[in-house]
């Protein structure tokens, strides 16, 4: 069969470039490898048939329909594009007459950036008397895109693209980068040696080391001291088949994935950050996902907007920009299309709506692009939240190659983006974007930090709340799991208030004017809980009388709440030097005290450790936290509700957060 396949196709390409083909004396491998190109070739799968005939022509670099098949499929491989132009300026040298040379080398110029010899080269292939009136349009449209790129080329601005490197870029491809809106968190799609799900023949849907293509996966990489870290998978989101990542929210706790399900029609999940890795995903409800293909959305930074992209019936043409609106059952629906002023009849892809909470970014492919996919950047008009005037970002960033999948921080000045460009550590690898925009920079109030409890990270609830509203809530999130931070992007024009509340600690709250802010505006705010330390004010000592713990009952009930939660998880640990003991009352210059009520719980005992105070102990000391809290409350039930803990090491007074730091408590 696959031979049949060969002659017919053979046969085919020899009339059209007027030369013969002698495969007789080809390799069985051979043809089976052009059976097997020609078959992707057909099927319009080029980057598949690529490698087939790449390694056909190098066998037999003279045959001439090997050489313009491969210099046809190499212009859908941007690392490619140089081979491109020279294989097929050999074609078209030797016969001019080659169906659609003269188009297809206007594409090669024009990804070579050669546009004056591109702009000839397609008005040359529209006057040919033998170009079919139906290929026309897209000759037209190819030279709109010249044009574009030729003039966006000849005013660039300030930007500068740098390449991340290693460790993130590797020789395999790195795609779809999402970060966190300070740039502490990259993620994003993998294809390589690495996923998990190896390599796809996905003409035949089977496995195939050989002639595949790796199967995609979602890596993370964090920032240390300003470098990428090693990145890692993501084992709870990857699986053998496709996943990919496509956004994160502006806080960096909800991500974003896209997967094709059993009909082959893709879908979009979400995953939550679960202490240093993130959930298992699962499909978002509600009506953004439908039998149509959902590839792309972007969180805004009050979580209450998702903005996304679909090619179901309705829209305009190819994929349309829509967003959708939280309900109050927690799923997504009011769909809207944000209409003709972003959406084409082209494709429109990748929205990424900024943490200002009003700058859009987006792909297109339409006629306002210099080759394939261009950023395009549009600003909501707040008195309707409508998006009416959008502006190309501009060469280098938009190039005659595709441009997509590109991702701002909060403060405006660092982007990030993909390419298969030139110069890089692989085929497609992860660019920084120094913006150096002509146009307005984001403004916004970036508050940030991180809630402890005694100096441990905790996971807070941060409610936000629109004080010039009427208190209106913007939103209400948690600190990141295992390290306590946060970060939150509030637009401007409005007085807010943060509430931060943790178990029941009295909570804290801070308000801050946005109103008048005319630029990206940052504030650190750490947020300290912590329960009061084991000891008694000087204030309260009154010589020869009780110092009553009672003098602050709210005080001795935090404390005695900090010892139950330093118990659990510390109370059986044991050291040389360490012991506890149960103090019940302290006295300045003691004389006479008694504590029937106590009686039958312990022998009482004086505590004396140099600071003219003395304190009152019972039933000796404990070696172990538990055990002390254990009699501790055994006193408190017999009327001494004041009564704590006290620890001590090697003969010295400590804070149990002191033995945390000492290592003692681990």
């Given at each position: 069969m696959k031979r049949i396949i060969i002659l017919l196709l053979v046969q085919f390409f020899s009339v059209v470039y007027s030369q013969t083909t002698n495969t007789r004396n080809w390799r069985k491998t051979e043809k089976d490898s052009m059976a097997n190109a020609f078959l992707l070739y057909e099927e319009k799968n080029y980057k598949m048939a690529l490698p087939y005939f790449e390694n056909i022509h190098k066998g037999h670099p003279k045959e001439e329909f090997v050489k313009y098949v491969y210099g046809k499929t190499a212009l859908y491989r941007s690392d490619k594009y140089e081979e491109a132009l020279n294989m097929l300026q050999q074609i078209y040298a030797k016969n001019p007459?080659?169906?659609?040379?003269?188009?297809?080398?206007?594409?090669?110029?024009?990804?070579?950036?050669?546009?004056?010899?591109?702009?000839?080269?397609?008005?040359?292939?529209?006057?040919?008397?033998?170009?079919?009136?139906?290929?026309?349009?897209?000759?037209?449209?190819?030279?709109?895109?010249?044009?574009?790129?030729?003039?966006?080329?000849?005013?660039?601005?300030?930007?500068?693209?740098?390449?991340?490197?290693?460790?993130?870029?590797?020789?395999?491809?790195?795609?779809?980068?999402?970060?966190?809106?300070?740039?502490?968190?990259?993620?994003?799609?993998?294809?390589?040696?690495?996923?998990?799900?190896?390599?796809i023949n996905e003409t035949i849907m089977a496995p195939d080391s050989i002639n595949g293509i790796y199967m995609e996966d979602v890596f993370m990489s964090i920032k240390a001291n300003d470098e990428w870290q090693a990145p890692v998978p993501l084992d709870n989101i990857n699986t053998k088949s496709h996943d990919a990542a496509i956004s994160l929210s502006q806080d960096g706790q909800v991500l974003y994935i896209y997967r094709d399900d059993a009909e082959g029609h893709g879908d979009i999940y979400e995953s939550a950050l679960t202490g240093e890795t993130f959930s298992f995903p699962l499909k978002l409800k509600g009506e953004i996902n439908t039998i149509y293909q959902e590839g792309h959305c972007s969180l805004s930074p009050d979580g209450k907007t998702l903005y996304f992209t679909s090619d179901r019936p309705g829209g305009f043409g190819g994929r349309d920009i829509y967003k959708a609106q939280l309900l109050s059952d927690s799923t997504w629906g009011k769909i809207v299309n944000l209409g003709d002023s972003i959406n084409t009849k082209y494709d429109e892809d990748s929205p990424f709506i900024h943490p200002d909470g009003s700058s859009l970014f987006y792909s297109s492919n339409g006629p306002k692009s210099s080759g394939g996919f261009d950023i395009?950047?549009?600003?909501?008009?707040?008195?309707?939240?409508?998006?009416?005037?959008?502006?190309?970002?501009?060469?280098?960033?938009?190039?005659?190659?595709?441009?997509?999948?590109?991702?701002?921080?909060?403060?405006?000045?660092?982007?990030?983006?993909?390419?298969?460009?030139?110069?890089?550590?692989?085929?497609?690898?992860?660019?920084?974007?120094?913006?150096?925009?002509?146009?307005?920079?984001?403004?916004?109030?970036?508050?940030?930090?991180?809630?402890?409890?005694?100096?441990?990270?905790?996971?807070?609830?941060?409610?936000?709340?629109?004080?010039?509203?009427?208190?209106?809530?913007?939103?209400?999130?948690?600190?990141?799991?295992?390290?306590?931070?946060?970060?939150?992007?509030?637009?401007?024009?409005?007085?807010?208030?943060?509430?931060?509340?943790?178990?029941?600690?009295?909570?804290?709250?801070?308000?801050?004017?946005?109103?008048?802010?005319?630029?990206?505006?940052?504030?650190?705010?750490?947020?300290?809980?912590?329960?009061?330390?084991?000891?008694?004010?000087?204030?309260?000592?009154?010589?020869?009388?009780p110092l009553p713990n009672e003098f602050d009952k709210e005080a001795i009930t935090l404390l005695q709440k900090k010892i139950s939660k330093y118990s659990s998880a510390y109370g059986k640990i044991s050291a040389e030097g360490l012991e506890f003991k149960v103090q019940v009352a302290a006295f300045k210059n003691p004389k006479n005290y008694k504590f029937k009520h106590l009686k039958g719980l312990g022998k009482i005992d004086k505590l004396i450790l140099g600071d003219g105070i003395t304190r009152i102990t019972i039933n000796g000391s404990f070696n172990t936290l538990e055990k002390a809290w254990i009699h501790n409350k055994k006193v408190i039930r017999a009327g001494q509700d004041d009564a704590f803990v006290t620890a001590l090491y090697q003969g010295k007074r400590v804070y149990l957060e002191e033995l945390v730091k000492m290592g003692i408590f681990k």
């Open positions: 007459k080659v169906d659609l040379i003269e188009y297809d080398l206007a594409r090669a110029l024009h990804y070579n950036y050669k546009f004056d010899e591109a702009l000839e080269m397609v008005d040359r292939f529209m006057a040919n008397k033998r170009t079919r009136l139906e290929d026309k349009p897209a000759a037209e449209f190819l030279k709109q895109y010249i044009l574009n790129a030729k003039y966006y080329n000849s005013i660039p601005t300030q930007a500068k693209i740098t390449n991340i490197g290693k460790p993130v870029n590797s020789p395999d491809e790195e795609y779809v980068p999402t970060i966190s809106a300070d740039e502490s968190m990259l993620i994003y799609t993998y294809t390589g040696p690495k996923s998990k799900g190896g390599k395009f950047r549009a600003y909501m008009d707040l008195s309707d939240s409508t998006f009416k005037k959008t502006e190309n970002l501009g060469f280098p960033i938009n190039t005659p190659d595709d441009d997509i999948y590109f991702v701002l921080a909060a403060n405006g000045s660092r982007g990030y983006y993909s390419s298969g460009k030139a110069g890089g550590e692989g085929l497609k690898d992860i660019y920084l974007v120094e913006t150096g925009f002509d146009a307005k920079k984001p403004v916004l109030l970036f508050v940030k930090g991180k809630v402890t409890f005694d100096s441990i990270p905790v996971e807070s609830v941060i409610k936000v709340e629109i004080t010039s509203k009427n208190n209106a809530v913007f939103n209400t999130l948690k600190t990141i799991p295992g390290t306590g931070n946060y970060m939150i992007s509030l637009p401007p024009g409005q007085s807010y208030k943060i509430t931060y509340a943790y178990k029941d600690e009295k909570p804290k709250t801070f308000e801050f004017d946005a109103s008048q802010i005319t630029a990206y505006t940052e504030k650190i705010v750490d947020i300290k809980f912590a329960t009061p330390v084991d000891t008694i004010p000087v204030a309260a000592v009154v010589p020869g009388k």
